[in-house]
């Protein structure tokens, strides 16, 4: 059984930075994609950024150059640094697990930004 949990979120000012931690537990050999999604209220999910097998990363366009998607191995987690926050990153942010084909998906861990 695959599980997914999601931890690190908080209430942070602008400017300030947050780690998002990612753990997923069972079949660590196949997982082939780990990605965070996020959705603010009123507004579809939208996918931030992932990180394929072979290390290979995407982000959307708004938080490049600001988050950071990375991959412990040996602890089966992914984390999201998020450095330069902004109000608009105000969301609940979800991490998507695919395994063997198959998405798993956290419960999500919120993440506030004040003015």
């Known amino acids: 059984q695959v599980q997914v949990m999601e931890s690190g979120g908080g209430l942070v000012q602008a400017g300030g930075s947050l780690r998002l931690s990612c753990a997923v537990s069972g079949r660590r050999s196949s997982i082939n994609v780990v990605a965070w999604h996020r959705q603010a209220p009123g507004k579809q999910r939208e996918l931030v950024a992932s990180i394929v097998g072979g290390g290979t990363t995407n982000y959307v366009d708004s938080v490049k150059d600001r988050f950071a998607i990375s991959r412990d191995y040996a602890k089966n987690t992914v984390y999201l640094q998020m450095n330069n926050l902004k109000p608009e990153d105000t969301a609940a942010y979800y991490c998507?697990?695919?395994?063997?084909?198959?998405?798993?998906w956290g419960q999500g861990t919120q993440v506030n930004v004040s003015s």
């Open positions: 998507q697990s695919v395994v063997g084909g198959i998405d798993y």
